[in-house]
């Protein structure tokens, strides 16, 4: 089994298994932020995982997975924090975009991801709204970093339970583009809205875009 991603036969098969290294990663994380097991257990794990980790660093690139266009034509970007496949800190966020441009995705937070009791951070709701967000202005065709991110906060969010993710893009005046979104239950309650602005940076602007 080799890791080496520069060979493009071996891309996709690699890709895969680091996927499944990362679900298990996520799954660790869980099981950390939950587990009751006795003192003398935790410190057995702790050694375990300090071995684990000696593996993985065995090769070590310098920056994660990159973004992509993939031979479908749809960006991928395994390496990000929100969706990436490759990254354990992502949920991951699976976002599909509707013909008339609403960017849509399910999901469920876990309680990993936990800011007040029994809570979603608001930071984690910011992220997953700036990446929305983002996305929806990126599939109107004018992408951009995000400048400003207003979020309003109307109920808690549940972790542990679906949810459903959206984002239109509203507007654009020159390299300013604008969008809203929000994440709601799956009967339309919203519970976090957020608009943004985003910026085309001259560079892309002029087709070089990032990666
Ligand atoms: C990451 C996206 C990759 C996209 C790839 C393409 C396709 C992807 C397809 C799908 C991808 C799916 C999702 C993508 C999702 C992304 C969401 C996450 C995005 C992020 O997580 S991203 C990280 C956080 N983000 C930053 O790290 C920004 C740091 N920053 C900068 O990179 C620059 O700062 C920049 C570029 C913002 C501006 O730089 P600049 O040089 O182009 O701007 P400049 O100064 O020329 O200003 C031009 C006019 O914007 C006004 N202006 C400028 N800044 C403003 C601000 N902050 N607020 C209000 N107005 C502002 C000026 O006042 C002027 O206005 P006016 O023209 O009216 O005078």
Do not use: C
């Amino acid at each position: 089994m080799t890791t080496d991603l520069a060979s493009t036969e071996d891309a996709d098969a690699a890709l895969a298994a680091l996927a499944a290294l990362t679900q298990r990663a996520r799954d660790l994380v869980d099981a950390v932020v939950l587990t009751d097991v006795p003192d003398s257990e935790l410190t057995a794990v702790a050694a375990e995982l300090a071995a684990l980790t000696e593996r993985l660093s065995a090769r070590r690139r310098t920056s994660p997975q990159p973004f992509e266009i993939g031979p479908d034509g749809v960006p991928r970007h395994a390496g990000n924090a929100v969706t990436g496949s490759a990254n354990p800190h992502a949920l991951p966020l699976v976002a599909r975009t509707a013909p008339d441009g609403t960017v849509r995705a399910e999901l469920s937070f876990r309680p990993t991801h936990e800011g007040p009791p029994a809570a979603v951070h608001g930071g984690i709701s910011a992220m997953i709204l700036d990446h929305m967000l983002g996305h929806a202005v990126a599939m109107a065709g004018v992408a951009g970093m995000t400048a400003t991110l207003t979020v309003r906060y109307l109920r808690r969010v549940p972790y542990g339970e679906p949810l459903v993710a959206t984002a239109e893009y509203t507007r654009s005046e020159g390299r300013k583009s604008w969008s809203e979104g929000r994440i709601a239950l799956p009967d339309g309650t919203p519970l976090v809205e957020a608009t943004g602005l985003f910026i085309t940076p001259r560079e892309w602007a002029q087709n070089r875009l990032p990666g």
